[in-house]
């Protein structure tokens, strides 16, 4: 398999402004210059935007909420890197490429685990604070399911993303990076060229930006997160629409992976209809030495695998389905009554007390637990400088897909690829000459827009169709299903002249029927059972036929119909530097 960003390949580049698609918004009221509009503030977008700024480059970072308020900061377990004795960047590799189920980038791999290690020495010298043991005085390192060592760094006990967010935010307000909060990002603006000139947004709520605006910059950096949202429950906060997936698409990126969708094995249950953000209960609980019992007592991943409850995240998952399915119950439990108070308390605070919120005590009771939709393996594909297909547009965290993670990422991996790519992507900005942008070209508006209460309807049928567990019927189910929701919203629009009234719950609920087309399309040609893509109707790994990535693109000729055409290619096509140097570079 070639290594995607070894070389030119043309696409994506001198097309225009990418597929022409664009949402409906008024046009930008005001506007901001930049050399770098980074889009996100997790661990990913805040580390692109320092050392962005550290480099002199005029950055603005925009984010949908407040600047602490993306996944990161519900990021519990931790982050992991080779950092313990005894432990090698050879070995998280190791585990890496067994997790990822025969598709990760081996070369993506190891720079994530040998940079990995000092990419986390400069976060703490930016100020977060990790926990250490007591009597070594070093950090203090836990195991997480496919990690064969204790390798988990963590902070505040499982309060991990909240101190990593909290120390990224200080040092950005500190180096006085200029930001947009309750920003929702809506398209790239593109030159003729089909470069980037920088994005649109609508800014919520009253401020020095309001409305729609601009900002204007050569190079944009999608560090949006990911798109639990589209199924009615997931780990991931409501802001977790999938924008930055659709907006690249729409843009003309090539997006990849989209159909492994990571559950998490340890979702605390709250009953069968339960929606939206759910409580996670950390893979650090089993790490740590918690069981994962049915209602009889019984621990069902012994013998299952030779790490049984820490086995890989999507063997975990499925063993939990496979026994709730025989046992025809909607949960299982997770016992670790044996830590006692003490522990519980110091070492696992925030689950102990989303636990007791919902009227259950671990210290005394099994925890109730099902799988819940967690993480996006895949997103918009990227080569190892973080460059997509459109030139001047990057992506890193879960929006992208870096190749590190393959079939299914392994645990804690994400916090660390959000860091070593932001670097990584900002040492390539770096690199090259600081250059202006026009304005972009305007380009109308097509598709629908989705009615706001169509959020609601994406979740449901990709929760019935899409879920842990997968069929040729269930995902066709799904894909038409979705279609008429299109459909119905582009018949109006043909018919009446007539879309949804532009703003943020249209806009999201249209972002989110983009990318659930888009999994459930390659879900639907992946005929095979491999990581967290689980089929009922194809049980097996097939190496043979399917060792390949899906590449999605949206198409250029069908516009008003969105229509994507998933793309199987064992030999990715590489990507072309998103500009090449200036004359003063050469
Ligand atoms: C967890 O703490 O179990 C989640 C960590 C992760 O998703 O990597």
Redesign the pocket.
């Known amino acids: 398999m070639s290594t995607p960003g070894s070389g030119p390949s043309g696409r994506g580049t001198g097309t225009g402004p990418g597929t022409g698609i664009r949402l409906h918004a008024p046009a930008p009221g005001w506007a901001l210059e930049a050399d770098v509009v980074v889009v996100g503030s997790g661990v990913a977008g805040l580390t692109a935007a320092l050392r962005c700024a550290a480099a002199g480059r005029r950055t603005v970072v925009v984010t949908k909420a407040r600047l602490d308020d993306g996944s990161t900061r519900w ?4 982050i992991a890197a080779a950092l313990g004795e005894g432990d090698t960047p050879e070995q998280h590799l190791d585990d890496t490429l067994v997790a990822g189920a025969g598709l990760c980038d081996e070369q993506a791999v190891r720079m994530l685990v040998t940079e990995g290690p000092d990419a986390v020495r400069r976060l703490i010298d930016s100020g977060a604070v990790f926990d250490t043991s007591a009597e070594t005085g070093e950090i203090a390192l836990t195991r ?1 399911g496919g990690h064969h060592r204790r390798r988990i760094a963590h902070a505040g006990g ?1 309060a991990t993303g909240a101190e990593i967010s909290r120390a990224l935010v200080q040092a950005v307000h500190a180096a006085g990076i200029e930001t947009v909060e309750n920003a929702l990002v809506l398209d790239l603006l593109q030159d003729a060229e089909g470069r980037t000139a920088g994005v649109t947004l609508h800014v919520m709520g009253e401020g020095q930006h309001d409305g729609v605006g601009a900002v204007h910059a050569p190079a944009v950096i999608l560090a949006t997160g990911g798109m639990g949202q589209v199924f009615s429950a997931t780990t991931n906060p409501s802001v977790s629409t999938g924008d930055g997936v659709a907006l690249a698409l729409r843009a003309g990126a090539e997006v990849s992976d989209l159909e492994f969708v990571q559950f ?1 094995p ?1 979702v605390l249950f709250l009953g069968p209809d339960a929606e939206g953000q759910q409580p ?1 209960v ?3 609980v089993r790490g740590e030495g918690a069981y994962l019992v049915d209602a009889d007592g019984v621990r069902f991943m012994v013998g299952a695998h030779e790490l049984a409850e820490l086995a890989p995240r999507d063997i975990v998952a499925k063993g939990i389905m496979r026994r709730m399915q025989e046992q025809g119950v909607q949960h299982m439990y997770l016992d670790a009554r044996h830590f006692g108070a003490a522990m519980w308390e110091q070492r696992f605070p925030t689950i102990l007390a989303a636990c007791r919120a919902h009227g259950i005590d671990p210290v005394t009771e099994p925890v109730p637990v099902a799988p819940a939709a ?2 996006a393996s895949g997103g918009v594909r990227t080569d190892l400088s973080g460059r997509t297909t459109v030139p001047g547009l990057y992506a890193c965290g879960e929006v992208a897909c870096t190749g590190v993670h393959g079939a299914n ?1 392994l ?4 916090l660390l690829e959000g860091l070593v790519f932001a670097e990584r992507i900002a040492a390539d900005i770096a690199a090259r000459a600081p250059e202006g942008s026009g304005p972009g070209i305007p380009v109308p508006a097509t598709g629908p827009l989705q009615p706001a209460e169509a959020r609601y309807e994406v979740q449901r049928i990709m929760t019935e169709g899409a879920g842990v567990l997968r069929s040729a019927e269930s995902l066709r189910a799904a894909a038409d299903a979705l279609e008429g929701l299109y459909a119905a919203a582009l018949g109006e629009l043909e018919a009446q002249g007539k879309t949804a009234v532009p703003g943020v719950d249209t806009w999201e609920a249209t972002n989110l029927l983009c990318v659930a087309r888009v999994l459930v399309a390659a879900a639907l040609r992946r005929e095979e059972t491999r990581g967290c893509h689980w089929r009922e109707d194809h049980p097996d790994r097939d190496d043979a036929a399917w060792r390949r990535h899906l590449v999605v693109r949206l198409s250029e000729t069908e516009k008003r119909a969105l229509v994507v055409t998933p793309t199987d290619t064992a030999d990715l096509p590489s990507v072309r530097p998103s500009r090449q140097p200036s004359s003063q570079e050469q």
């Open positions: 990021a519990q377990g931790g997480e499982d998490h340890t996670l950390s893979e650090a967690h993480y990422r645990a804690s991996n994400s």
